[in-house]
Antibody
């Protein structure tokens, strides 16, 4: 059974940093692209970043480019999102997803809430 | 960026009724090399993570009931629920995975009368 378990969310002040983790199991992690998708409170879904299966290429939405870094450790089957210079508009539930390139986001974690506030 | 426009934003139907919702993209999602439309539909029930329902615009994900039907091509897509059940109460999102940045529609909230 595919499982994606996020951790690392919490309350952080504007301008500070936070690192999210996603532990994957139930599939061969190194074979798949992975992604982070977020959802602000009462809002819709917003793709944040994707990473290829090897980690050799990464993709970001413009609003997080230069502030967020997606990475992965295939030996640990873990996906990361390093978030720097956080802003209030980054407040959201962050979902770890398996990015099945030809099929969309086939699996989702339960999400971890990030609140950026002073 | 490809803009995804979903209508209506919400609708209320009675159990057993048929419902359709629309998703339009600002450019074609049809990949000519394989003739596939890179369009997915997701269902998000209250308090839950999204769930993939349909990919390639019309292919049902494994385990998804056959009352969920995806159709359309190019820039115009439709999700039909042939006979709505109470458990279908959710927000439905379309998403293009044709190119980056990947983009979602704003969602259609389905309410059960």
């Amino acid at each position: 059974e595919v499982q994606l378990v996020e951790s690392g969310g919490g309350l952080v002040q504007p301008g500070r940093s936070l690192k999210l983790s996603c532990a994957a199991s139930g599939f061969t992690f190194s074979n798949y692209y992975m992604a982070w998708v977020r959802q602000a409170p009462t809002k819709g879904l917003e793709w944040v970043a994707s990473i290829t299966n090897s980690g050799g290429s990464t993709y970001y939405r413009d609003s997080v480019k230069g502030r967020f870094t997606i990475s992965r450790d295939n030996a640990k089957s873990t996906l990361y999102l390093q978030m720097d210079s956080l802003r209030s508009e980054d407040t959201a539930t962050y979902y770890c997803t398996r990015d099945d390139v030809y099929y969309g986001f086939a699996y989702w974690g339960q999400g971890t809430l990030v609140t950026v506030s002073s | 960026d490809i803009v995804m426009t979903q209508t209506p934003s919400s609708q209320a139907v009675s159990a057993g009724e048929k419902v359709t919702m629309s998703c339009k993209s600002s450019q074609s999602l049809l990949y000519n090399e394989n003739k596939k439309n890179y369009l997915a539909w997701y269902q998000q029930k209250p308090g839950q993570s999204p769930k993939l329902l349909i990919y390639w615009a019309s292919t049902r994900e494994s385990g998804v009931p056959d009352r969920f039907i995806g159709s359309g091509s190019g820039t115009d897509f439709t999700l039909t629920i042939s006979s709505v059940q109470a458990e279908d109460l959710a927000v439905y999102y379309c998403q293009q995975y044709y190119n980056f940045p990947l983009t979602f529609g704003s969602g259609t909230k389905l309410e059960i009368k």
